[in-house]
């Protein structure tokens, strides 16, 4: 009968990443910073009014990005970019409504607008300035729910709800590095031989 070598606790960790880098002091466990941070979020959303979901997309985004090996600017390029094409498939959505007019099914401008924001937001993460399709995702969404979602009065207009989602969303992206700082984990670098803007 083979014996399991699996360990109830995890090995002790390195004090250098996987680039030989010496990774920053833990204060606190990964659980547990985790958890200090998702109820400081959820308390900064209620005195801010800020949406907690953009605040843990924000911070799914930046979780991603740094086990992609994505840099911070290309990631906080992408959530501004997909935020403003998610603002900019708002707009076109009323538009061609009004333009459908009222025989047409109310949903059938957002249809067609997000037809063609979607494609064009795929090509835009073939490239390697705009190279995190998650993030761009995460900030086209994000505009979305808080546009559609919110009673808040500043999210009723496009500009308000493109304002609030990139708020929360860096709010995200500001906690990861934070978390990270408490944990211990040492900032992600790209990849050799990676190419990123």
Known sequence: MATSTAHAWPEPASDQDDTGHRAPRALLPPELAATVLAVSAV??????????YGVFLGW????????????????MRCLC??????????????????????DVPAWSG???????????????????????????????????AVHLGSTHALTDSIAGAL???MVANFAGVGADWVGNRMS???????LPGRRSA
């Open 184 to 190: 211990g984990r040492a900032p992600a670098r790209p």
């Open 43 to 52: 308390f900064l959303g209620g005195v801010l009014a800020l949406p907690v």
């Open 60 to 75: 799914a985004a930046a979780s991603f990005a740094r086990h992609g090996r994505i840099r911070s600017a290309v990631l």
């Open 110 to 144: 957002a249809v067609l607008a997000i037809a063609i924001a979607n494609p064009v937001l795929i090509l835009l993460g073939r490239s390697s300035a705009f190279g995190a399709v998650p993030a761009l995702f995460i900030g086209f969404s994000t505009v979305f």
């Open 163 to 165: 304002l609030v989602a």
């Open 81 to 102: 970019a997909g935020g403003a094409f998610g603002a900019a498939t708002l707009a076109g959505a009323a538009g061609l409504s009004q333009l459908l007019g009222a």
